[in-house]
């Protein structure tokens, strides 16, 4: 298993979303066009790592205009394969999943949430956000009904695999894990996980008094080592 390579680098991919949304906002705006440091300043990005991004799609604007806002959004969403709606499933129904379902931005960017299931009897037959909680051996049935091929999993650790095994063997093809434990995927399967005491601990990391704290370290290290 491995997560799929896309074929753009992939700090280049995790930036994408972030000018398409700074992109859609100017569009509800009805702005035509948008030079590259602007649109680098929305993002909070400099300008020349925002071109390099978009060179990556064939994408290099026009000297003196900027991009066509339109046109860029086109070929940002064709590049993260968001052109089409792609429907979604959560499994695991806790208070992450459940923020999750209820999560009202998903479908407008193309990510409607069709299915919920879970194996606890207490939550199946629950409505959420308009949706029935299913058990989890119905799981396939809705994936073949839908044609939904992502699966959102926010169980407890020691199900996610077993959940996973399930979801790929019933047509599941990419996997956005929640669970506070790594899953593995065969081949052509694409994974993200996210773990987010990681996420809190890398945040942490970037703390702008730990920041200072580390350099004053390093500096007294640095004065002994010399001395």
């Known amino acids: 298993m491995s997560e799929l390579e896309p074929p753009v680098p992939a700090a280049t991919v995790a930036r994408l979303p972030l000018y398409l949304r700074c992109l859609e906002a100017l569009d509800a705006e009805a702005a035509p066009t948008v030079s590259s440091s602007h649109l680098a300043a929305l ?51 806790g208070n992450l999943g459940q923020a999750l379902a209820k999560h009202g931005g998903f479908a407008g960017r193309g990510f409607p949430i069709v299915g919920l299931f879970d194996i606890d009897p207490n939550k199946i037959g629950q409505e959420m956000d308009g949706l029935i909680v299913q058990h989890l051996e119905t799981v396939a049935n809705t994936i073949a009904a839908t044609g939904g091929h992502t699966a959102i999993i926010a169980t407890p650790p020691d199900a996610a695999q077993v959940v996973t095994d399930q979801l790929i063997a019933a047509g599941i093809t990419s996997v956005l894990n929640f669970a506070p434990t790594g899953v593995v995927v065969p081949d052509g399967v694409a994974l993200r996980q996210v773990d987010l005491a990681v996420e809190l601990q890398i945040l942490s990391y970037y703390r702008p008094e730990r920041v200072a704290e580390r350099d004053a370290g390093r500096d007294r290290n640095l004065s002994a080592a010399t001395s």
């Open 43 to 93: 993002a909070g990005v400099n300008a020349a790592k925002l071109r390099k991004d978009l060179s990556h799609l064939g994408s290099y604007g026009t000297r003196g205009v900027g991009y066509d806002v339109g046109n860029l959004m086109g070929e940002i969403r064709r590049e993260l394969g968001v052109d089409e709606t792609s429907p979604v499933i959560v499994i695991g129904l």
